[in-house]
């Protein structure tokens, strides 16, 4: 345990010693000497609730296999995991709750409006050097200053996706696009790559349409469905959660908009198609045709790559499950999913960030570690970099779309020629 100077001279006395140990922990919180401990605020419930629980399942997949074979440097890594609901004021209360209980850093953190909101949090604790690692949005806050010092990413950015969904598209003659998103910090990062990305054709957004955070997707998006049917779109972009995007995908294609409708990788690509096929079964219709996904992970069906052989191996072996008070009732665990091989990739990056941090870390040292990482191998198709200026380790989009129910990866856009 690292004790305090200030309580060190009641050390010596032996008989003493149990009740000055009681004193130190009180006042110095979690020791990193036998463990280390990450903090993570997430949607574990709600509407969104499948995301934080798959993340969690692919990072706690890695982490058991680590912890299982000696640690990093002999210490166990333990994530302390808190449910904010996809809500802000919660996320909010959970980091401040995690930064007194002295966790080594943030892990994990689930959706740009919660993360948006608790940015201001790391910078005024920023004597502390508390960071926030590998967050589960694309958002630009945490990408760009103030707060992009204290954030670090793996993944590429909402613009990146969207952008690539744009060049696509109007690679293939579809130029009229339209924009379906959750009217939040989330939902404009988004629209803004979409927008940017078409001004540079001298293109614009024919319409567009929002929707409330907490949607469900018993809700009618009849209404945004009229709004972008009016437009003639030839494609629609859904910067989304994937109860809400399932339930336009579904009030779309039944009132007759059959274009390609992409959704970004937070929508949760499993968890949207569950949903739409189970639509399907209800009404004998197909709602998962012309649907795109972008990714920022490689499919987890590509065992050429290390990463997701050991993904695989590893998810199946230990079946991790988030905390029981964590849980929903009706919630059941995929067996792979993009966001779990997602959460096990950040885990694995953070074990080699830890292990290359030697026997003693320190949260001082952990800025400038991170920033002289150079082309890692992480056992995917793309190595991992940082830098001062780079607090971003990957930028690779990937496409999938769905085929006899599942994700399979696009590998000709010419589908979707109009």
Same mark, same amino acid.
């Given at each position: 345990m690292r004790l305090n100077q200030k309580y060190i001279a009641c050390i010596p006395?032996?008989?003493?010693?149990?009740?000055?140990?009681?004193?130190?922990?009180?006042?110095?919180?979690?020791?990193?000497?036998?463990?280390?401990?990450?903090?993570?605020?997430?949607?574990?419930?709600?509407?969104?609730?499948?995301?934080g629980s798959e993340l969690y399942r692919g990072s706690m997949a890695y982490i058991e296999h680590v912890n299982r074979n000696g640690?990093?440097?002999?210490?166990?890594?333990?994530?302390?995991?808190?449910?904010?609901?996809?809500?802000?004021?919660?996320?909010?209360?959970?980091?401040?709750?995690?930064?007194?209980?002295?966790?080594?850093?943030?892990?994990?953190?689930?959706?740009?409006?919660?993360?948006?909101?608790?940015?201001?949090?790391?910078?005024?604790?920023?004597?502390?050097?508390?960071?926030?690692?590998?967050?589960?949005?694309?958002?630009?806050?945490?990408?760009?200053?103030?707060?992009?010092?204290? =954030?670090?990413?793996?993944?590429?950015?909402?613009?990146?996706?969207?952008?690539?969904?744009?060049?696509?598209?109007?690679?293939e003659g579809r130029k009229r696009i339209a924009v379906f998103y959750q009217v939040d910090a989330y939902g404009r990062s988004g629209w803004d790559g979409v927008q940017k990305t078409l001004a540079r054709y001298g293109l614009r957004i024919v319409g567009e349409t929002t929707y409330r955070r907490g949607t469900t997707y018993s809700d009618s998006m009849q209404q945004q =469905?009229?709004?972008?049917?009016?437009?003639?779109?030839?494609?629609?972009?859904?910067?989304?959660?994937?109860?809400?995007?399932?339930?336009?995908?579904?009030?779309?294609?039944?009132?007759?908009?059959?274009?390609?409708?992409?959704?970004?990788?937070?929508?949760?690509?499993?968890?949207?198609?569950?949903?739409?096929?189970?639509?399907?079964?209800?009404?004998?219709?197909?709602?998962?045709?012309?649907?795109?996904?972008?990714?920022?992970?490689?499919?987890y069906e590509d065992t050429s790559l290390n990463a997701v052989r050991e993904y695989r191996m590893l998810m199946d072996k230990y079946n991790t499950s988030p905390p029981l008070h964590l849980l929903e009732e009706e919630y059941r665990p995929l067996r792979y999913s993009f966001?779990?091989?997602?959460?096990?990739?950040?885990?694995?990056?953070?074990?080699?960030?830890?292990?290359?941090?030697?026997?003693?870390?320190?949260?001082?040292?952990?800025?400038?570690?991170v920033e002289a990482i150079r082309n890692l191998d992480i056992g995917i198709d793309s190595l991992v970099s940082f830098g001062p200026e780079k607090h971003q380790g990957l930028d690779k989009v990937y496409y999938t779309t769905v085929k006899n129910g599942q994700s399979v990866p696009i590998r000709d856009w010419s589908e979707w020629k109009k």
């Open positions: 006395a032996v008989s003493s010693l149990l009740f000055c140990f009681l004193i130190v922990f009180a006042f110095t919180g979690v020791s990193f000497a036998e463990e280390i401990t990450v903090g993570m605020s997430a949607a574990f419930k709600g509407a969104t609730g499948g995301l640690g990093i440097h002999g210490k166990k890594l333990r994530i302390i995991a808190y449910d904010d609901g996809y809500n802000p004021v919660p996320a909010i209360k959970n980091t401040i709750r995690l930064i007194d209980e002295d966790i080594f850093l943030l892990f994990d953190y689930v959706g740009t409006p919660t993360v948006t909101r608790m940015l201001p949090i790391l910078k005024s604790n920023a004597q502390k050097h508390i960071y926030l690692f590998f967050p589960f949005t694309g958002a630009q806050p945490h990408r760009q200053q103030p707060y992009g010092e204290f =954030v670090f990413n793996l993944r590429a950015s909402y613009q990146q996706e969207t952008g690539g969904l744009v060049d696509n598209f109007v690679r =469905v009229e709004i972008l049917k009016a437009t003639d779109p030839d494609a629609i972009i859904s910067i989304g959660a994937y109860a809400a995007c399932a339930a336009f995908i579904r009030d779309a294609r039944n009132s007759g908009l059959n274009m390609p409708i992409a959704n970004v990788s937070f929508v949760g690509t499993e968890f949207l198609i569950n949903l739409l096929l189970e639509e399907g079964r209800k009404s004998g219709k197909d709602y998962t045709v012309n649907l795109i996904n972008s990714q920022v992970v490689p499919s966001v779990s091989f997602e959460g096990f990739l950040n885990a694995k990056l953070l074990v080699e960030i830890l292990s290359i941090m030697g026997k003693n870390p320190e949260r001082a040292d952990i800025r400038a570690t």
